[in-house]
């Protein structure tokens, strides 16, 4: 095929015409110099004999494995320290139970072949002047249902009242409440006392609940218990 074109152009034109057909083949324009018009259309006419017509666009090939992780890099410089922040509110560090709240608690007790059998009961929040709202009354509802108007599952107290309820007492019967610290006018438990019914029968239990309810202030004047 060289020969042929070689013979139709001469040296130089075979040149050319390789040069137009690499030229046709890479999709790019070719504008031929130094030859004669009949020869430049004998060249582009091999050329776009041979180049041949552009084939499809091929797939895409699949994606090359993941390449190893990168070092880290260097630490960046500590940024600059922030102004300080406002000073938060106090948090509720209560001591001392508020004026006409309650709280309430659980109780029990079991003793063998035991006289006295005492009952700690320590209030999460001391109660304040107990001791002047009439002292404390231990009762069940079913003796003060008007200070202690609550039940077994369901303990109150009205304001100024500790009420202790009774769920279970077998062979046994309460003798003596102690108040170790009534005297600060604040109250922080009491101690129960109970006592073998029948020494007979060695075992005694009991259990239940109980409730207290901060008094609320008292008008000077009149003596009288205020709103809280």
């Not at 129960?192 to 207290?212: I, M, N, R, S």
Request: hydrophobic share 35%; net charge neutral.
């Amino acid at each position: 095929m060289l020969k042929r074109i070689h013979n139709k152009l001469g040296t130089a034109g075979l040149v050319v015409a390789i040069l137009a057909l690499v030229a046709a083949v890479a999709g790019t324009a070719f504008a031929a110099g130094g030859l004669t018009k009949k020869q430049e259309k004998q060249v582009v006419k091999i050329a776009k004999k041979y180049a041949g017509k552009q084939g499809p666009k091929g797939d895409t090939g699949p994606a090359g494995a993941q390449g190893p992780k990168g070092d880290p890099g260097p630490k960046g410089d500590e940024g600059a320290k922030g102004d300080k922040g406002d000073q938060g509110p106090p948090g509720p560090t209560e001591t001392v139970l508020p004026p006409g709240k309650t709280e309430t608690g659980v109780w029990s007790f079991s003793g063998t072949e035991q006289n006295f059998m005492p009952v700690n009961i320590s209030f999460p929040l001391r109660v304040r002047d107990l001791k002047v709202a009439s002292s404390l009354v231990f009762n069940a509802p079913a003796e003060d249902p008007v200070h202690c108007p609550g039940a077994v599952d369901q303990p109150k107290a009205v304001h100024g009242y500790f009420c202790f309820y009774v769920g279970t007492l077998s062979n046994a019967f309460r003798t003596s409440d102690y108040e170790p610290d009534i005297a600060s006018g604040l109250t922080s438990g009491l101690v129960l006392t109970f006592k073998h019914a029948d020494p007979a029968q060695p075992e005694a239990f009991g259990q239940g609940t109980w409730a207290v309810t901060a008094r609320c202030p008292v008008d000077p004047e009149t003596q009288e218990e205020e709103d809280c």
